[in-house]
């Protein structure tokens, strides 16, 4: 929530929305002070306001640049934070009741949103026009004064050669692409080049497959299927209908503008020596493998590598991700929780009852909202919205915290056609549900809704029954890593459900759960431990003992794949004791202690095992009870009692080597022998 010595400034915008004051009091705890025409006819007030140089919220996002302007004009150093209170609130036909969702709102805005390191890209200009027809030649006619223009036309390419050759035009079919803006990599098949004596219509060369261009840009006219997945998510890849003339000169405007260096947020922070995906050469978790919808994310041994240049912040990776190694950065978990704790705080001091989270991005759900308040009935003054740079990158400690607060309900405002799958949010959905029932919250709180039409969002947000919220809210400030950040987010919950129980079962693929072990088919080999990238399957170094540390388990699947005698199962459950609860032994043996000098080096029933196995049935043991007997024996007494017997005890007694001394000493008898018979 806002500091006591903070000054809250909200404008009623012409008296178009009204105020509640003390709400705004009692939730931000600061200093209110209210204007009706704070832009225009009050200014010279709000410069007197801002030249404190106090901390300054405003309740007005529309002219958030004359007010920022105005306050460096009077010598103000410290940034303002502004919040949009009248679309998300004050323009509502619900807007007498509006008063604590407004506080909310403005304790929003002074939650520090920390910046995200940037990568850069850098284009030099060069494109490759890629079409069918004439289309793809008017396109490079328009382009070629403002960048490298190369036309790849599809055969059989029947084009009227060019009276002047201004760029180069080329026969071939694109058979895959790499890369991103500033460094794509395209592979060519049946490319030639035309003859320049090409007369009515270009007659082209030798062609030749697996050609390879490298560009900065592509702008694809082929009307055919796209070079890369999520292709509008791509920098640099520009794809438009042949057929729309429209559609094509917007594409050519945008390609036109992309020259220089360029900068995007890295928007995720990865920890390879956290990334469960393999050991061994055996594979593990693959969930951001399996969800991230621009290939940006590769196998890289052990770990994955994530190739920023490609990442479009899409954070269904992060969202998944069990360990924490992948996690996102615009902004962090803990900052996002943080905002989310002071919004539903403050709203529950301000007296606001039955919040439902709206979460939205800026792109698509800032429209729509804005969209229902001009235009229609506004949002319900119960529900709050919450701007997220990708609706995708909200996960299960999110939404964990956001019912430990208070919330009554979740929804997440999405596009009625997604640009890219959104699997991993539906998955983070099928794991959250089952938590919320089994805590006794019921079904129903969390749900897409998937919309363009305003009317379509309000319709479904008033089909939202009421429920009770947790009786016991919770007030924990998350901080750090998103593992630990999730783990403490859902002990909260648990502490503040209407129902708490122990255990939950998890659906599959569930970051959270138990291994169990057929104890009879283990052999303590311990191979999962060594396999386990968590440390949640540990042995015991003074004896043959397989631990279980349940709340460091994260269910990636190395264990099972890792097993010899295929003895592991993964049991997907949420045991809200786990986090207190001490290490379990799965299995325990009695040592095997070596039978020459008594120290303790393997497990009982497997040595017993393999001499049952090996006695008179095979070959190196067979009439030897000497032999038998070192494999009773530790490494230091198999190694001396080898030597003092002069046997090996792997293998049979083998011939002495032979030397050359004694190919010489043989050749000597031998001629002695021959002297002697002479």
Known sequence: MAESSRDVLICSCDDTMPLDVDAVRRGCR???????????????????????????????????????????????????????????????????????????LLAAATEPAPSAPFVELKSNGVILICGRDETAVEAGNLLKDH????????????????????????????????????????????????????????????????TRSNCDIILDLTGGTAFFPAADLRDGYLRADPGNPAAMLQAVLKARD?????????????????????????????????????????????????????????????????????????PPEDALMRKLRTMLIAYREAGGEQAIVLLHDDSHGAPLIDALAR??????????????????????????????????AMRFLLRARPRHDIAGLMRTIALADPILTGLGFGAGRIATIETDDPDSLIAALRTIPFMPAAPRPASFRPIGRKRDVLRFALGELHRAAPAPVDIIALPAGAPFGAVEVDIGGCTLCLSCVSACPTGALRDDPERPMLRFVEDLCVQCGLCQAT????????????????????????????????????????????????????????????????????????????????????FDPHAVQRQPTRTTDDYLREREAQKHNGHDKS
Request: proline share 7%.
């Open 563 to 646: 097993c010899p005698e295929h003895v592991i199962t993964l049991k997907p459950q949420l045991d809200f004791g786990a986090t207190r609860a001490p290490a379990r032994v799965l299995k325990e043996e009695e040592p095997f202690c070596c039978i020459r000098c008594g120290k303790p080096f393997g497990v009982k029933s497997t040595i017993e095992r393999v001499v049952a196995k090996l006695e008179g049935k095979h070959w190196m043991f067979t009439g030897s009870s000497r032999r038998l007997d070192v494999i009773r024996m530790c490494d230091d007494c198999r190694i001396t009692v080898a030597a003092e017997e002069s």
């Open 258 to 330: 992309l020259v220089g260096t360029f900068e995007k947020p890295r928007y995720v922070a990865f920890d390879a020596t956290l990334c469960a995906h393999s050991r061994s050469q055996v594979t593990g978790c693959t969930r951001c493998l399996d969800l991230c919808p621009t290939g940006a994310i590769t196998p890289a041994g052990d770990h994955v590598a994530i190739d920023a240049n490609i990442c479009a912040g899409c954070g269904q990776c992060a969202a998944a991700c069990p360990t924490g190694a992948a996690s996102y950065a615009l």
């Open 30 to 104: 600061g200093e209110a002070i209210t204007a009706t025409q704070l832009c225009h006819a009050e200014l010279d007030r709000f410069r007197t306001i801002a030249a404190k140089d106090t901390p300054l919220t405003v309740g007005c996002t529309q002219e958030a640049a004359l007010f920022s302007e105005a306050a460096a004009e009077n010598g103000r150093a410290s940034p303002i934070q502004f919040a949009n209170i009248r679309e998300a609130a004050g323009w509502s036909s619900e807007a007498a009741r509006t008063g604590p969702k407004i506080a909310a």
């Open 147 to 210: 960048l490298d223009v190369t036309v790849l036309i599809e055969p059989p390419a029947a084009l009227v050669p060019p009276r002047i050759s201004d760029f180069p035009i080329a026969k071939g079919k694109v058979r895959n692409a790499r890369g991103h803006l500033g460094a794509f990599e395209v592979t060519v098949d049946d490319f030639a080049q035309p003859a320049p004596s090409s007369r009515g219509t270009l007659v082209f060369g030798p062609s030749r497959h697996n």
């Open 375 to 408: 235009f229609g009935d506004g949002l319900p003054a119960h529900v709050l919205p919450f701007a997220v740079n990708e609706i995708t990158q909200v996960g299960l400690e999110g939404v964990a915290a956001a019912f430990a607060y208070g919330a009554v």
